[in-house]
């Protein structure tokens, strides 16, 4: 029985998996350096609209 699974020519899979762990590598800095700005945005508009809406009960309280 011939063994199919073996390797085919000459190729060396090593050049990929540096690239690959580069890649893994770089990919979270970018990320991290995105992540807080989008929570901060998100507690910004919900203080904005807490505010907003304290404020529209109490004109409708005292008028």
Not at 24 to 41: L, N, T
């Amino acid at each position: 029985m011939a063994n199919t699974q073996g390797p085919q020519g000459n190729h060396d899979p090593a050049g990929s998996t540096q690239m690959f762990r580069a890649f893994v590598d770089e990919a979270p800095q970018g990320r991290q350096a995105a992540a807080p700005s989008g929570p901060r945005i998100g507690l910004i508009v919900g203080v904005v609209v807490a505010v907003a809406v304290i404020a529209a009960v109490a004109w409708l309280a005292l008028k």
